[in-house]
């Protein structure tokens, strides 16, 4: 299935979570002068118009960037994501940035980024992204089979996005299933995987497996809008991180009120930040 189109979510609050610990992570990368490897498995456009006939119809970035963009009261980690933001912005919030341009735009001369995308209307517009971009390579191809082909990369330091639809349960077991794949050639590797909670069930069920790898090192934030629900919907969305920056822990727990108080105001909002496996 190829259904899926992330310019009707851009910028919602699943985004703000995954693009704030991305940011994060990449932050910390930057503090070696030594290059490193970006892989985006699941990469989408590029970046998203907010005007769009698609993003106006579900309006799903009203109650994610847009409640951040005009504040004056960011901590410091926020505020450099909402920086990272208004790069493709001229004062006014217009575009969102999709994962693989939040981390391009982050990357150095001396780092490389591979980005891979399947669907067949948003590989080109990704692809036309980045074309003139000289660290960057762009592939139309199933991105969990580059846990297997770009991995370990030259660089020996590296960090992999997955973020894959989860238009079927079974992707829940494809990310296990990568995940050992990818981490057999690569161990050092730092990977955040992002998961959406639909069915609380498909959710336990990876972490579970993950579990069952045998993997250390393995944090799990996630950031709810409202209790777990067999409602159709996405209730809370988290970011599973294997080989987490050390202070990746201390800064979730420390900006998830802001985002929580911030994203739901209802006051019906929750976030975690645990080990599933620790060291």
Known sequence: MLSYRHSFHAGNHADVLKHIVLTLILES?????????????????????LLSREAEKTGEFIEGIARL??????????????????KINKGKLRFYTGSPLLAVQQLRPQDRALLTELHPSDYPLLRNEFAKNAIVVTKRDNGFQQLKAALPPKERRGV????PPYELKEDYELVVRAIREGYKRFATGCYAIWYPVVMRQHVRKM???????GIRKILQIELAVRPDSDQRGMTASG???????????K???????????????????????????PE
């Open 160 to 163: 992999v996005l997955i973020d």
């Open 239 to 249: 970011m599973i991180v294997i080989n987490p920056p050390w202070q990746l822990e």
């Open 207 to 213: 972490v579970r497996g993950l579990e069952e790898s």
């Open 69 to 86: 963009w005009d504040r004056d009261d960011l901590p410091e980690e926020v505020a450099k994501y909402i920086a990272e933001i208004k």
């Open 251 to 277: 800064q979730m727990k420390k900006i998830l009120p802001y985002l929580t108080k911030t994203l739901v105001p209802e006051g019906t909002g929750s976030f975690k930040v645990s080990w599933i496996t």
């Open 29 to 49: 990368f930057k503090k070696k002068e030594k290059p490193f490897f970006y892989l985006d498995t699941h990469s989408g456009a590029g970046r998203y118009s």
